[in-house]
């Protein structure tokens, strides 16, 4: 098995990236999805999350209010550590559990967004970075997701800089150009990490 983490700033084309290469064979193991998974009506982890702030972060259809929550925890670093200490373990432990079953000789990818901002690099046995400028991510950020340019700038800023993901990079996929280019680096990648699978 060979533990990949994927990762690329805002706009950089990564759950792109992560389409191809599960398409081609790859085990994702995707934090943002699970994230969501662990807290579905029903869990213990949704149970858990509403132990720590309340029903009032439910829906009236009894699903977690993201919006609500999102506006407790990013203006009060403390409640967002409280979230992450319910929500971060759970996801370890599902992650864990889908790389378990992958089998010794699966490719597993890892989609994590902040891999350079939270020191994660040294727990893959390669790192992919997925690149762009910062000028193309702009574009896309506003004319394909419909941001405003001050809120995807600002998405930008608070992320790690191009230099500090590239310098963690085994592997770079550059997705500044056409799709079409995009399909050929991916193959390429793959081949290369098929290739440590069996080293």
């Known amino acids: 098995m060979v533990k990949v983490g994927l990762t690329g700033g805002i706009g950089a084309g990564k759950s792109e990236v992560s ?4 398409a081609l064979g790859a085990v994702v193991v995707d934090a943002d999805l699970i994230a969501r998974e662990v807290v579905e009506p029903g869990t213990p982890g949704l149970a858990a ?33 409280a979230l992450n200490a319910v929500v971060h373990p759970l996801v370890g432990r599902r992650s864990a559990e889908l790389e378990a079953a992958a089998g010794p000789d699966a490719v597993v990818v890892h989609d994590v967004p902040l891999l ?8 893959y046995d390669v790192v992919v970075v997925v690149d762009a400028a910062d000028e193309t991510r702009l574009h896309r950020l506003v004319e394909v997701r419909g941001m405003t340019e001050t809120d995807a700038r600002a998405r930008m800023a608070a992320q790690a800089t191009r230099e500090a993901r590239l310098a963690v990079a085994d592997l770079v996929i550059d997705n500044d150009g056409p799709m079409e280019r995009l399909d050929a680096q991916v193959a390429d ?7 440590h699978t069996a080293a």
């Open 19 to 22: 389409r191809r290469l599960a």
């Open 49 to 81: 999350v509403v132990a720590e702030f309340g029903p009032e972060i439910l829906t009236a259809e009894g699903t977690l209010d993201r919006p609500k929550l999102g506006a407790i925890v990013f203006a009060d670093p403390d409640r967002l550590a």
């Open 116 to 123: 350079a901002e939270n020191g994660l690099a040294p727990f």
């Open 189 to 195: 990648v793959w081949q290369k990490l098929q290739g």
